[in-house]
């Protein structure tokens, strides 16, 4: 045959969009829904359609490439099913500020107008997202795609609202929220990020009524103390015992509250007395219904004191604080003040502080539905991976709060509630045409939305169809395995998982693989106030998605952080290259060569280890793929392809593909053809574009790999014995050419070796492959025989003494001479290294890759130190025998 040419250069730009046009026109990515078959499948986190991925997206979707596309070459029936999320909050903030920037608010334009403004954005975001993903070269079935609120997704929501609400797990009601004034709505506990800020904690004095005294409380926002109708103790505590049912005045509002005695009261914190503001703290919220206290509202949606606050009303909640403290100082009703630094919520969007408050919200009755997704994961029914990350979901739905529902924003799914004016309150899957209690009055939508993730807990069957009874939910459900972060455990992962019981009788997924972070390269997490993001789309643009995929893959391990660095792209990228040029290598020595896809009969020594080694390999591989590391598997990969194919084999064929008869060159060529064929099966999930590319120019190969069939290891491939044999061979050469370096001999120069082998089996393989040993190590002559000269360097390989003489070589003296002086100038760079790293100032102000960096130099400096000082003995041993 006419041998193939790949480009000297392998150019990504000139191979992706070609290969993923090719794969989207061959209808590869499609799920047959063959009943023969068994299913694989998974539906995609979706992102927001609020801007564009970013390289936790680019992980997050690489593992779930690589699980497919092995599933698919496996002979399964795979389903990955895409889609977008609508993402409530933070798609509303990104077009409000779009518009903002016009001088326009949402309230200017109207619900309607707004809305048909937000769906513009998605549109050009979702394109966006898409050409991104495919840039990536995800194997998603875009036939299927989905989107949170499609007309599909949308009917599961009404559904599933409906059906909750009429068993009384969803209701409406006032109860204590989280509200964010800046995006003016209230947010579930876990859309709340606490973070350490420095306050202080002030101590009041609040005037007895009917005493002179005072009993003094602590509170880090002393601006709530004017919405405060009680002040507690505990029933226990001696200090209070006699004060309770007594009143206090309330400083500044100057009316009377009393004192009442509950068991939450913590006797040990502050001074054993606390104020209690029902309206803007969950805990004195509970404590206000227990002892049917009024709960005044004195801070609004807007964070401006309200009316309830008197005097202070329309004050900033910050200024407020300060000019009550400052009226407290003056009255002398400042006992004192002390710095405190303590948790503060903020909202996980926008970063404002939250405004705890009690409001009228729709919530989901928590712990009946939490009680069944607790028992699947106990029972195994749905593992995680790594397992620890089990207890984390375990601890939360354990010990779960109800879920605040509404939004108080307007894209998103609007609750189905409609209000009449008679008071009736209608919940129904579509619009009610009158009001079955009057008949007549006129009805009104709820104008709130439902919290992002109530969609997307239902995503994994939505998807598919449900609520009606689809051929994909029959065939597809329940999905395989989710992959997703662990930040999102408590918000996606545990509500699937509840609403799949309720609604499907069955858990959404059996594996949970979780992935940590993308950080840079100093472990710190990317964001854009830190300007660390990297952007995958630039690193695809620069070096090719195959570089990026394997880049990830090979950097993480199942939920463990990964630092990007750049060495590892770069590393990756030689990698491809490596690929690409062995892959040359191979095409160009086809000359005259048909190959039928079958491996001769006979086999040389090195044929059999090459293939041992890759059924070997194809093993492992497999094992480190079902255990879900990923990483591992992609290491597998690259050490056997580097190392084993194209450092050992590929330099071995030389020899009888420029030398040999045809006879034995064409069955090198057809086992170097075999093994990359194979490597190509393995490597294509983890890089599918240069993989895909060069099957396509394989002599003899018809389709796409992107369906060729997955390897497996097989019994005629195990050959221990020509392994254990080609082992002592590549021990004898990486002896040689160590020594060779060690005494600073050019490459190409020619030397002396004598193989003195202890037995006859090895004399056997040393004899019939003296070729190649002289070849591999310029030994010339190469001589194998029972002697011990003088003057050499030696080492025993096996049963195998390997001598390199220098005589006539190198000059003993001054290859001492030389490597001493190497070793003093080693032994400065290592003491210079040990200083830096015995500095404690050093150690802590310095980055900590910079750290990590010395500390490698250290190890890699003392264990050059060490053989070079064992080298320089062994050489003054020879000059002493010499003399």
């Not at 005037?207 to 103390?225: L, Q, S």
């Not at 997703?484 to 069955?506: K, Q």
């Not at 090459?610 to 598997?633: C, F, M, P, S, W």
């Not at 170097?672 to 194979?678: F, I, P």
Request: aromatic share 10%; proline share 6%; charged share 30%.
């Amino acid at each position: 045959m006419t041998p193939v040419k790949l480009a000297p250069v392998y150019d990504p730009k000139a191979v992706e969009d070609k290969c993923y046009r090719f794969w989207l026109d061959g209808n590869y990515f499609r799920a047959a829904r063959d009943p023969e078959k068994e299913t694989f499948t998974i539906v995609i986190p979706p992102p927001n359609v609020t801007g564009s991925l970013h390289m936790g997206h680019a992980l997050d979707n690489t593992i779930q490439d690589i699980l497919i596309r092995w599933k698919r070459m496996a002979g399964y029936d795979t389903l990955w099913l895409p889609g977008t999320d609508h993402a409530g909050i933070a798609t509303q903030i990104r077009v409000e500020e779009h518009l903002a920037q016009e001088g326009l608010s949402r309230h200017d334009l109207g619900r309607e107008a707004f809305l048909e403004k937000v769906w513009e954005w998605k549109e050009e975001y979702h394109g966006r997202i898409v050409n991104q993903l495919r840039k990536l070269g995800v194997s998603c079935d875009w036939s299927r795609e989905r989107f949170t609120m499609d007309e599909g997704c949308s009917k599961a929501v009404r559904e599933v609202f409906v059906s909750l609400y009429r068993k009384g797990l969803i209701c409406r009601g006032d109860y204590m929220i989280n509200w964010c004034p800046r995006c003016n709505t209230a947010l579930s506990d876990i859309e709340v990020e606490h973070k350490e800020s420095p306050g202080k904690l002030v101590y009041i004095r609040y005037p007895m009524v009917e005493r002179d005294d005072y009993i003094v409380v602590a509170t880090t926002r002393p601006e709530t103390m004017l919405g405060d109708t009680a002040v507690a103790v505990h029933p226990e505590d001696d200090r209070y015992r006699d004060y309770i049912g007594e009143k206090v005045i309330l400083p500044l509002m100057e009316r009377e509250i009393p004192i009442i005695a509950d068991e939450y009261v913590d006797p040990t914190f502050g001074t054993g007395a606390v104020k209690i503001t029902p309206a803007h703290d969950p805990n004195d919220f509970a404590i206000g219904q227990r002892h049917n206290l009024p709960a005044p509202k004195v801070i609004g949606d807007d964070a401006l004191m309200t009316a309830e606050a008197g005097r202070y009303a329309g004050m900033d909640r910050d200024a407020c604080r300060k000019q009550v403290v400052e009226e407290l100082r003056e009255r002398g009703l400042i006992d004192k003040e002390e710095e405190y630094s303590h948790a503060v919520g903020h909202c996980q969007r926008c970063n404002t502080v939250i405004e705890p408050f009690v409001s009228r919200q729709w919530f989901v009755k928590m712990k009946p539905l939490a009680e069944p997704a607790i028992k699947v994961v106990k029972e195994g029914r749905t593992r995680f991976v790594p397992e620890r990350f089990t207890r984390i979901y375990l601890n939360w739905l354990e010990n779960v709060r109800d879920w605040c529902i509404s939004r108080q924003i307007w894209w998103g799914h609007r609750i189905p509630a409609w209000y009449c004016e008679c008071g009736e309150m209608i919940v129904d899957y579509e619009a009610p045409q009158s009001c079955p209690k009057c008949g007549g009055g006129e009805l009104r939508q709820d104008p709130d939305v439902l919290d992002t993730w109530f969609s997307s807990a239902l995503w994994p069957f939505s998807t598919l169809g449900w609520p009606e009874e689809t051929p994909d939910l029959k065939h597809f459900f329940p999905t395989d395995v989710l992959v997703t972060g662990y930040d999102i455990i408590y918000f996606w992962v545990a509500r699937m998982i509840f609403m799949s019981l309720e609604f499907m009788g069955e858990v959404p997924f059996h594996d949970v693989y979780i992935h940590g972070l993308v950080r840079d390269h100093l472990g710190r997490k990317m964001s854009k106030s830190l300007g660390n993001g990297v952007d995958p789309l630039e690193i695809i643009d620069q070096y090719g998605a195959d570089t990026l995929r394997f880049t990830l893959i090979t950097g993480q391990a199942p939920g463990n952080d990964q630092r990007f660095r750049q060495e590892n792209v770069e590393a990756s990228r030689n990698f491809a290259n490596k690929i690409w040029n062995a892959s040359r290598f191979v095409f160009m020595n086809l000359d005259n060569y048909e190959y039928q896809g079958l491996l001769p009969e006979k086999l040389s020594r090195a044929d059999r280890w090459i293939l041992h080694r890759l059924n070997e390999t194809v093993a492992e591989v497999g094992r480190q793929l079902d255990k879900y590391e990923l990483g591992e598997a992609a290491r597998c990969i690259y050490d056997f392809f580097w190392s084993d194919y194209c450092d050992w084999y590929l330099e071995w064929s030389k020899l009888p593909l420029t030398k040999g008869e045809k006879a034995e060159a064409d069955r090198v060529r057809s086992v170097l053809l075999y093994v990359l064929e194979g490597t190509l099966k393995l490597l294509h999930p983890f890089m599918p574009f240069i993989t895909e590319e060069i099957w396509q120019n394989l002599p003899h190969t018809s389709g796409a790999l992107v369906i060729a069939s997955w390897p497996e290891p097989t019994e005629q491939f195990q050959y221990p014995e020509a392994a254990a044999e080609m082992e002592l061979l590549m021990g004898i050469i990486k002896f040689l050419r160590n020594l060779r370096s060690e005494v600073n001999l050019p490459p190409g120069q020619k030397a002396k070796v004598i193989l003195n082998p202890a037995s006859e089996k090895s004399c056997k393989i040393l004899n019939e492959e003296i070729e190649q040993l002289q070849k591999m190590t310029f030994a010339e002559p190469l001589l194998i025989e029972k002697q011990k000269p003088q003057k050499a360097l030696s080492a025993l390989v096996r049963d195998v003494e390997a001598y390199l003489p220098l005589e006539g070589l190198v000059d003993l003296e001054a290859e001492i001479k030389r490597l001493e002086k190497e070793l003093t100038e080693l032994t400065k760079d290592l003491e210079r290294t040990e200083g830096k790293l015995a500095n404690e100032k050093f150690i802590r102000k310095a980055p900590a890759d910079v750290v990590e960096k010395e500390k490698r130099k250290q190890k890699e400096f003392t264990a050059h130190q060490q053989k070079l000082v064992s080298r320089i003995q062994e050489l003054k041993k020879l000059l002493t025998a010499a003399n």
